[in-house]
């Protein structure tokens, strides 16, 4: 395994205090005030891996990252360099702390090496049934009794990616955003088979973190916040197709409009405030008006139809992007969510 910059890592060592009741029977639980896990795996260190291994070594536990090639540990290593500098710059972090945190991280190319006994193994792989299952078919003989077994799917059900697993009652959804270091919400979806204990202790290990878990009762599609935030880009894609604005007037409204707004008042206090009657009006209005539609939009099935990727590719909705525009992006969206994080403590 290797530390940042190809360092040497301390493998595996525990992080703080004693978490759960792991024995043989693979029985999990807590009985004390909540605590990180001790070690964390996260399989998979694309765009969601490498800031939930940091996230997880924020608040104290050691966190693994596995990838297939030693590339994609490389940008892993250089975002979680990039954000915990940015965190620094922004008093979040000590300069101190730094090395500490750091210094929980490892990383590793062989999935033997990953201790894959540890108390979370949070998959995070490719949004794909019969990727993640495959993957699951190699691990799961390799995690301890009392592993938890987390897959961070924004889309697919849990009864199916469960499916094939000998012990479906540790296995549950756990769903972050993007970037997961800096994102307070974490989605926590119990699968029907799902154990309560294992909820539990998931919702527990994720508070541990300073986060806030939100349990979701019922394994749909999409959750909750990718389904409120799908029902609003399917009526930006409708907005822009029928001519009332563009793409970019679309950003706008919502970055400096309903954006900043619900960092503070979600949709139903929202409701709550602007009173009730007069918002009856407007759902009688405008319900029956806005889209339903079921395909990809035409604008999007274009844009991939000419191979477009979005920003990892150079080109997306809004246009084109190079590394420096991308880079100062991730920046400019990590100094507002961290300036948010100190404001929020005022409201
Ligand atoms: N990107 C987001 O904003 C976001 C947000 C929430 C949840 N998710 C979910 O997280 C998961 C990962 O998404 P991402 O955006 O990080 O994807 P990504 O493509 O950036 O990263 C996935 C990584 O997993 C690697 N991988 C694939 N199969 C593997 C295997 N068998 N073993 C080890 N590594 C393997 C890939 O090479 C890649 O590096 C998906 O299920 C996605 O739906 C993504």
């Known amino acids: 395994m290797t530390g940042p910059g190809g360092a040497a890592g301390p493998g595996g060592t525990a992080g703080q205090g004693t978490t759960a009741q792991q024995g043989g029977t693979g029985q999990v639980g807590w009985t004390n005030a909540p605590l990180p896990p001790r070690s964390v795996v996260c399989v998979g260190a694309g765009t969601m891996g490498a800031g939930m291994a940091l996230a997880f070594a924020l608040g104290g536990s050691a966190a693994t990252m596995v990838a297939r090639r030693q590339a994609t540990l490389d940008t892993a290593w250089r975002r979680i360099e990039q954000s915990v500098g940015l965190m620094t710059a922004a008093g979040r972090l000590r300069d101190a702390d730094t090395d500490a945190v750091l210094g929980r991280i490892t ?197 991939r139809a000419d191979g477009a990727l979005g920003v990892k590719g150079g080109h997306g909705v809004l246009g084109s992007y190079d590394d420096d525009q991308t880079r100062a992006i991730a920046e400019r969206r990590a100094r507002v969510l961290l300036g948010l994080d100190s404001l929020r403590g005022l409201a």
């Open 107 to 303: 990383a590793t190319t062989d999935l033997d090496d990953a201790e894959l006994t540890a108390d979370l193994v949070i998959e995070m792989v490719a949004e794909d049934v019969a990727a993640k299952r495959e993957l699951y078919r190699v691990i799961e003989p390799l995690l301890g009794p009392g592993t938890i077994l987390a897959t961070c799917t924004s889309s697919l059900p849990l009864a199916e990616l469960a499916a094939g697993l000998a012990r479906p009652g540790q296995f549950i959804g756990y769903h972050w955003f993007n970037p997961p270091e800096l994102v307070d919400l974490v989605e926590i979806v119990p699968a029907k088979q799902t154990a309560a204990t294992v909820t539990d202790l998931v919702m527990a290990f994720t508070l541990a973190i300073g986060k806030q878990p939100v349990r979701v009762a019922a394994d749909v599609p999409g959750f909750i916040a990718n389904r409120l935030q799908y029902a609003l880009i399917r009526e930006a894609y409708s907005l822009v197709e029928t001519g009332v604005c563009t793409p970019a007037e679309v950003d706008l409204v919502v970055t400096t409009g309903l954006g900043p707004r619900w960092t503070v008042i979600g949709p139903f206090l929202s409701v709550d405030l602007a009173g009730l009657d007069v918002h009856q009006a407007v759902v009688q209005q405008l319900f029956p008006r806005l889209s339903t539609a079921a395909d990809v939009p035409p604008l999007l099935a274009a844009l």
